[in-house]
């Protein structure tokens, strides 16, 4: 009788083993890949050390001319922009883990409207880097052909509204009394400006798409973003915790109406401006980023980040961190103050728990399920007067202007109000255009949408969405995966509900305006994955096309 193997043994033998399946490079690779590193190294050198030149001296002029706050940025940027064209790669994910911290650091490097533009500095490098790389291969920065025909449709409606709109604002300007001034508009560079905000994203699906080369890739931005979300959350918390024990002072000692109004100089250390006068029962806290209600759609949009990687990541302590990150969402939409994000978060997680079936997966709904209903219990057990005060907000709220009355009002007045088919003019309901004109204060999104474009792009955006969200449909449910398939779940129903909200604007700041289009890039690249996965199980049967393979 052949004696048993020890498991000492087994993973000696299976060392061995994979020992002997890892080749061996010659001395002649060797060198070659030694030559390769040194040259890397030789180019990273050069550039950085062009790019500080040049940095340091357009820094000078600026700081002799406009000061600190205007050379401090330029330098930075200059490094940013050379390094993200340069290395598009690690760029797009030093985007990714620059978006939620932009209102932090904004705030940190100086209050300047620049500063605001920041996250660019990352992304259009990367998008000219994906460009090139791309029309040399003859790969379509695009990759989906499904919303290409909508895509071009509405830009160019996009087009039209800036030429003969934004254009015939722009020379034939109105007419003012006798006595009064003009007023100082550049209104092609709010149509530009607005058009940036409206579809500049869209080209983050390619780069989402050709960034993620294999499962590795993905699972490592899977648990970046988890993490992002995490760390967060806990700055979030400590910010309350600052404010309720006085060391952060906030809207506290305010008068009159500044008690019920963001703003900046009650800001405590992270983000932006905020709201905190216990006395009123009123608190709206931003987070890490600028203003409280990014904050609350960051909540809302990591509901789905997190509730794919706690269901459907291969390891069981990114499930427990994705548990954690989800516990961590919950317990900020309550402390932060905000109604959205209170009413949101848990109804979203109940809209994932049914349409990616995961409530049917006992085996991993049932821990993550007890785990989370734990950690949220205690949470309302020490904090049962925090709980009570944000309920009795939401509801009040709702009862006093409900989401539906408030949307079709905004339908009607700007149904009334917009100049024709083609629109007002794009940028002129943007918030960030305001500096280049006269804006209208939209706040819902597609009302905002048809006041800026018309019915006309109002139907052609309608268009594209729709067809994303059909086609990421379609993407989601060939993928054989079970646990890509989850992921793609969750994605899809994130796109779905971004897709058809119009609840105030969050695609036209940050973080759904970046989450939405780069995210969507991830769920189609999934199908791509699965079929690697295959390849990988049977190499006999895998074909011998070679593997996407870009720039990055």
């Known amino acids: 009788m052949p004696k048993l193997k020890t498991k000492s043994q087994k993973s000696k033998n299976s060392k061995k083993q994979a020992n002997k399946e890892t080749p061996t490079l010659s001395l002649k690779e060797q060198l070659a890949k030694k030559r390769k590193a040194a040259q890397a190294r030789k180019e990273l050198i050069s550039l950085v050390t062009t790019a500080l030149s040049v940095a340091f001296f357009i820094g000078i002029l600026l700081f002799l001319v406009a000061g600190i706050k205007a050379a401090l940025p330029a330098v930075l940027g200059i490094l940013v922009l050379s390094l993200s064209y340069k290395y598009?790669?690690?760029?797009?994910?030093?985007?990714?883990?620059?978006?939620?911290?932009?209102?932090?650091?904004?705030?940190?490097?100086?209050?300047?409207p620049i500063l605001q533009l920041a996250k660019d500095a990352f992304y259009v490098p990367v998008l000219i880097a994906l460009w090139q790389s791309c029309r040399q291969r003859g790969l379509p920065l695009i990759p989906i052909k499904a919303i290409k025909t909508p895509l071009f449709i509405l830009l160019g409606l996009c087009l039209l509204t800036i030429i003969f709109v934004n254009g015939g604002q722009q020379l034939n300007p109105p007419s003012?009394?006798?006595?009064?001034?003009?007023?100082?508009?550049?209104?092609?560079?709010?149509?530009?400006?607005?058009?940036?905000?409206?579809?500049?994203?869209?080209?983050?699906?390619?780069?989402?798409?050709?960034?993620?080369?294999?499962?590795?890739?993905?699972?490592?931005l899977s648990r970046l973003q988890v993490v992002l979300i995490l760390i967060c959350c806990v700055l979030g918390f400590i910010q309350y915790l600052l404010l309720l024990t006085g060391i952060c002072e906030g809207t506290r000692n305010a008068e009159g109406s500044a008690l019920f109004k963001a703003t900046l100089e009650a800001r405590c250390y992270f983000g932006g401006s905020l709201v905190y006068s216990p006395s009123q029962g009123i608190i709206r806290l931003p987070g890490t980023f600028v203003a409280p209600w990014q904050w609350a759609w960051f909540l809302i949009s990591s509901t789905f980040f997190t509730f794919a990687t706690g269901f459907t990541d291969p390891s069981i302590i990114w499930r427990i961190i994705g548990l954690g990150s989800i516990a961590s969402v919950f317990v900020n939409a309550v402390v932060s103050g905000q109604r959205i994000a209170l009413g949101l978060v848990p109804t979203c997680f109940v809209i994932l728990l049914l349409l990616t079936g995961q409530i049917g997966n006992l085996k991993r709904f049932i821990p993550i399920g007890i785990g989370l209903a734990l950690i949220l219990s205690i949470a309302v057990v020490t904090n049962p007067t925090v709980v009570e005060e944000r309920t009795a907000s939401f509801t009040s709220r709702w009862e006093?202007?409900?989401?539906?009355?408030?949307?079709?009002?905004?339908?009607?007045?700007?149904?009334?109000?917009?100049?024709?088919?083609?629109?007002?003019?794009?940028?002129?309901?943007?918030?960030?255009?305001?500096?280049?004109?006269?804006?209208?204060?939209?706040?819902?999104?597609?009302?905002?949408?048809?006041?800026?474009?018309?019915?006309?792009?109002?139907?052609?955006?309608?268009?594209?969405?729709?067809?994303?969200?059909?086609?990421?449909?379609?993407?989601?449910?060939?993928?054989?995966?079970?646990?890509?398939?989850?992921?793609g779940a969750a994605l899809w129903v994130f796109i779905l509900f971004i897709s058809y909200n119009t609840y105030y604007y969050p695609l036209d700041v940050d973080p759904v305006a970046v989450y939405y289009w780069f995210f969507a890039g991830v769920l189609f690249k999934l199908p791509v994955l699965d079929k690697q996965e295959k390849e990988d199980a049977d190499p006999q049967k895998a074909t011998k096309k070679k593997r996407l393979q870009t720039k990055f």
């Open 88 to 112: 598009p790669r690690q760029a797009l994910f030093a985007f990714i883990i620059y978006v939620p911290f932009g209102g932090t650091i904004t705030y940190y490097i100086g209050n300047s």
């Open 176 to 220: 003012v009394g006798l006595l009064e001034k003009p007023p100082n508009e550049i209104p092609i560079g709010m149509g530009i400006l607005g058009l940036k905000v409206f579809l500049g994203y869209v080209p983050l699906i390619g780069c989402a798409y050709y960034l993620i080369r294999d499962k590795r890739d993905f699972l490592l």
């Open 400 to 487: 006093a202007s409900p989401p539906q009355e408030f949307i079709v009002q905004q339908f009607e007045e700007n149904w009334k109000s917009v100049d024709g088919p083609l629109g007002s003019g794009l940028g002129r309901a943007t918030n960030s255009a305001r500096a280049l004109g006269e804006t209208k204060l939209v706040e819902t999104y597609y009302p905002k949408v048809l006041y800026e474009v018309g019915i006309v792009g109002l139907l052609g955006f309608v268009a594209l969405v729709t067809t994303l969200t059909f086609t990421a449909f379609k993407t989601y449910r060939r993928i054989k995966n079970r646990n890509f398939r989850s992921y």
